[in-house]
């Protein structure tokens, strides 16, 4: 199973970043594919996540309201749009997949490589 993830790179506060992902090799029917960030220093937490088949969407609370997660089922993409960024949302995000897990950390199976995010005041 492979992720390839995608986008980042280094902006301004209140700019806007756009992730993509890619998921190959997998055999899963339902599943989530989510975004999880790690800042310097800090434990990797749980930004965005969507289930397929469903489409359900779920979101931390640092990131709803600003960040959108978004994606296609067939072709086994999801998308985060981050909005209005902020200092603190500097970190290195990480796609993954989990088949039985769309929020759980420890649930997930199979993980990207991450992109890092930096965003400057």
């Known amino acids: 199973v492979q992720l390839q993830a995608s986008g980042g790179g280094v902006v301004q506060a209140g700019d806007s970043v756009r992730l993509s992902c890619v998921a190959s090799?997998?055999?899963?029917?339902?599943?989530?594919m989510s975004w999880f960030r790690q800042a310097p220093g800090k434990r990797r937490e749980f930004v965005a996540g969507?289930?397929?088949?469903?489409?359900?969407?779920y979101y931390s609370d640092s990131a709803r309201g600003r960040f959108s997660i978004s994606g296609d089922n067939a072709q086994d993409t999801v998308n985060l749009q981050m909005n209005n960024l902020k200092p603190e949302d500097t970190a290195l995000y990480y796609c993954?997949?989990?088949?039985?897990?769309?929020?759980?950390?420890?649930?997930?199976?199979?993980w990207g490589q991450g992109t890092q995010v930096t965003v400057s005041s």
């Open positions: 969507i289930t397929w088949p469903s489409g359900s969407s």
């Open positions: 090799g997998h055999t899963f029917r339902s599943y989530g």
């Open positions: 993954a997949i989990g088949e039985w897990s769309t929020v759980s950390e420890s649930g997930m199976d199979y």
